[in-house]
Nanobody
Framework: VQLVESGGGSVQAGGSLRLSCAASGYTGSYCMAWYREAPGKEREVVAAYGNGGGTAMYANSVLGRFTASLDIPNNMVYLDMKELKPDDTAMYYC????????????????????????WGQGTQVTVS
């Protein structure tokens, strides 16, 4: 599985960005997640989705401001971010892991980041 992220950048507080993650090399059940890692902090989950149905699950800190979506035919995952805050400044990563069943978003969200087998290279988001 290969994951390639894009779309990061520098914005002022209150601005918006869209992150993209191009995924390839896998068919079957899976979890996909967006994580972020700020300097001096642990990597934290932002949003997660499983192909068991339903919508993505979000961290409380981004709920209502971030929206994760999938374009399955084109193997793309997106993270739309609005009302950005300086606390959102971090390197953002998309993560993927295969599952033997169709997981829920909650299952994927509650997983440890070490459970994810594949990661993109990361894209920097800076909010000033």
């Amino acid at each position: 599985v290969q994951l390639v992220e894009s779309g990061g950048g520098s914005v002022q507080a209150g601005g918006s960005l869209r992150l993209s993650c191009a995924a390839s090399g896998y068919t079957g059940s899976y979890c996909m997640a967006w994580y972020r890692e700020a300097p001096g902090k642990e990597r934290e989950v932002v949003a997660a989705y499983g192909n068991g149905g339903g919508t993505a699950m979000y961290a409380n800190s981004v709920l209502g401001r971030f929206t994760a979506s999938l374009d399955i035919p084109n193997n793309m995952v997106y993270l739309d971010m609005k009302e950005l805050k300086p606390d959102d400044t971090a390197m953002y990563y998309c993560g993927f892991r295969a599952e033997s069943f169709a997981p829920s978003a909650r299952w994927c969200f509650n997983s440890a980041y070490s459970d994810y087998s594949y990661w993109g290279q990361g894209t920097q988001v800076t909010v000033s």
